[in-house]
C-alpha cells in the first residue's frame, strides 16, 4: 500500500486548508486511515482517524470543531478538512493506515505517506 499526502501549505491563522491522501496498491476500504502530525522537536501525534466505511471518526481534543476527517472510497482518497488554523497546527501532516477498526497510536498503523507541510502564520 502506497500513501501520498498532498494540499499543505503557508497560511494565515484562521484560514482553511484541505489535505488528501491518495492510496494505492491495496483495497483502499479494507483499511481504517487516520491523520497524525509532527511538529519540530516533538512526537508525532494523532490527530484523526476514520473507520473502513467512513461510519466512524475520531478527532483529538484540539482540533474538534474546526477540522473534519472523510475519505471517498470511489476514488481511494482520504480527506482533512481544516478551518480556523491556529499556529500551534503548524506541522508535517501525514496520513496513515490499518488493517481493521481505527487506533490512536503511531505504532499501530502499518502504512505511512511521507507528509505535508503545513505552516500557520500568526
Known amino acids: 500500500v502506497q500513501l501520498q499526502a498532498s494540499g499543505g501549505g503557508l497560511v494565515q491563522a484562521g484560514d482553511s486548508l484541505r489535505l488528501s491522501c491518495a492510496a494505492s496498491?491495496?483495497?483502499?476500504?479494507?483499511?481504517?486511515m487516520a491523520w497524525f502530525r509532527q511538529a519540530p522537536g516533538k512526537e508525532r501525534e494523532f490527530v484523526a482517524a476514520i473507520s473502513r466505511l467512513g461510519q466512524t471518526t475520531t478527532l483529538v481534543d484540539s482540533v474538534k470543531g474546526r477540522f473534519t476527517i472523510s475519505r471517498d472510497n470511489a476514488k481511494n482518497t482520504m480527506y482533512l478538512q481544516m478551518n480556523s488554523l491556529k499556529p500551534e497546527d503548524t506541522a508535517v501532516y501525514y496520513c496513515a493506515s490499518r488493517v481493521g477498526g481505527t487506533a490512536q497510536t503511531v505504532n499501530d498503523y502499518l502504512y505511512w505517506g511521507r507528509g505535508t507541510q503545513v505552516t500557520v502564520s500568526s
Open positions: 496498491g491495496g483495497t483502499f476500504s479494507s483499511f481504517a
